[in-house]
């Protein structure tokens, strides 16, 4: 019979000594704890993007105070807390007969970070659920329930990890949308990809044999280099010398739909922070790469200084900019990110249904204004990183329809994209899905989700 792990009751956040109030010392590895339970109470109550929350200057979480190690623990337990999120709920949900109590500020979030660090995470049981209970007897509204917080995570840790099934850490509006748009064999496989942490994928400027050999990786068919581990990406070799930059193998798609790209002019639309800017450029391109976000704008500069090309960045509206048309335009518009999921486990969490139609509202507008910026006889490439249609295929039919006559699709063929033939539809449009370039290793697994129409302007 396994035997439920041992446990110790932790000390408490106060302490009382010959009649004076102390602090206690925290308790090791308290601070990556706490700071995984604001990252992800930030995804949840305040649809607070992951990255953003860790990017951002006022940090509200304290995850700039953490050293590099500590930082880096606090982003996987909230990653992986989100990417299992469905399943913790419901782990949760059954040890509670009424419910979660009200006004218990982050309760949820703690039990689900605790839970995810036992089940999912090397972190032994006990430390999890003592530095959970360490958690909520830090928060002035969780501490209350520091008891709860003991005895539900004994409970789901003493049950062991459930497998996961498919859909169960999504939310159910999605999962219906994936099954309706490509069946439920397909959205099944989509879902079970999103459960592994996925690869690191590089696009390298040249020998991607030579990089996959000296990183450790092995070559993409298309000529990116894909890494089991990451680590920390600046540490690597090639980084400093700009020799590669990070971007998912899907992602490195759309760009090279250009095709031979020698002396030509281009616009990027929505460029930051700049993984297509730097392919166009790296291309061969004259470049001209415009953003709405002046600070994602100085990432894409910085970027693309690190990797010693140039373009020229430009801030301002996609939908109203006022530029020399170009050979080459392409339009990589903001979309509901669905497709990112694998890499973005807090996307699914953030979005709301509704979102897709607003989106697919701005993306029309904004192919509309793409179509001005193209040269007679040259190229718009439209591209999302969605897996909803209304962003991708109902999109582009959409476009065709009221540019009648003056836009034609340029069908993406297998024979330019090799290896990549599943994603290559009978439309002419490109669509990968999370399920695709399957793998033996399942780390190695695997792509985002991406749509790229081809469209020649007459
Ligand atoms: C999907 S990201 C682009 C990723 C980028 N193409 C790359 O490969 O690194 C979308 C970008 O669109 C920008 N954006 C959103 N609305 C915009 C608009 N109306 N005009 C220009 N840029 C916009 C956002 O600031 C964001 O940087």
Redesign the pocket.
């Known amino acids: 019979m396994t035997r439920p792990p041992a446990f110790r009751t932790p000390t408490p956040g106060r302490r009382s000594m010959g009649g004076t109030q102390r602090p206690a010392p925290e308790p090791v590895g308290f601070g990556p704890r706490r700071v995984a339970v604001r990252l992800v109470e930030g995804v949840l109550s305040r649809s607070r993007p992951l990255d953003g929350a860790l990017e951002a200057e006022h940090d509200p979480t304290g995850f700039r105070a953490l050293d590099e190690r500590d930082r880096a623990l606090a982003r996987a337990i909230a990653g992986s807390t989100l990417r299992r999120f469905g399943t913790l709920r419901s782990l949760i949900a059954a040890k509670l007969e009424k419910g979660l109590p009200k006004k218990a500020g982050p309760l949820e979030a703690i039990l689900a970070t605790g839970a995810a660090q036992a089940l999912f995470m090397d972190t032994p049981a006990h430390t999890a659920v003592d530095l959970a209970v360490a958690c909520a007897r830090a928060d002035p509204d969780a501490r209350h329930f520091s008891g709860l917080v003991n005895a539900v995570l004994r409970g789901i840790v003493a049950e062991g990890a459930p497998e996961p099934t498919p859909g169960a850490d999504l939310p159910a509006w999605l999962y219906s949308r994936w099954t309706r748009a490509y069946g439920a064999e397909t959205a099944a496989a989509i879902a079970l990809r999103l459960s592994v942490e996925p690869a690191l994928d590089l696009t390298v400027k040249s020998d991607p044999a030579g990089w996959a050999e000296t990183l450790g990786g092995v070559a993409l068919p298309t000529g990116g280099v894909r890494l089991a581990q990451g680590g920390r990406v600046a540490q690597l070799a090639g980084f400093d010398d700009g020799e590669w930059w990070v971007?998912d193998a899907a992602?490195a798609l759309p760009a090279r739909l250009f095709g031979d790209l020698q002396g030509k002019r281009a616009i990027?639309?929505?460029?930051?922070?700049?993984?297509?800017?730097a392919q166009l450029a790296a291309a061969g391109a004259e470049v001209v790469a415009?953003?709405?976000?002046a600070e994602?704008l100085r990432r894409l500069s910085d970027n693309l200084s690190r990797l010693k090309l140039s373009a020229e960045a430009q801030v301002?509206?996609?939908?109203g900019v006022s530029l020399e048309p170009a050979d080459a335009v392409l339009l990589?518009?903001?979309?509901s990110?669905t497709g990112t999921i694998r890499r973005h486990p807090d996307v699914a969490w953030m979005k709301r249904e509704s979102d897709i139609a607003t989106l697919a509202k701005?993306q029309a507008r904004?192919l509309d204004a793409a179509l001005r910026l193209v040269k007679p006889g040259g190229l718009l490439v439209y591209c999302t990183?969605s897996l909803e249609p209304e962003e991708g295929e109902h999109q582009i039919a959409a476009f065709l329809a009221r540019a009648a006559g003056r836009v034609a699709v340029e069908p993406v063929t297998e024979a330019e994209l090799p290896g990549y033939g599943e994603a290559v539809g009978s439309d002419g449009f490109l669509r990968t899905l999370p399920s695709h370039l399957a793998a033996d290793d399942p780390r190695l697994a695997g792509l985002d989700g991406f749509f790229a129409a081809r469209l020649r302007v007459g």
Do not use: I, N
């Not at 415009?290 to 976000?293: A, G, I, P």
């Not at 301002?316 to 939908?319: C, I, P, R, S, V």
């Not at 990589?332 to 979309?335: S, T, V």
């Open positions: 971007q992602a990027d639309l929505c460029a930051a922070p700049g993984g297509k800017t415009v953003d709405k976000s994602r301002g509206d996609a939908a990589d518009a903001p979309c990110a701005l904004l990183c």
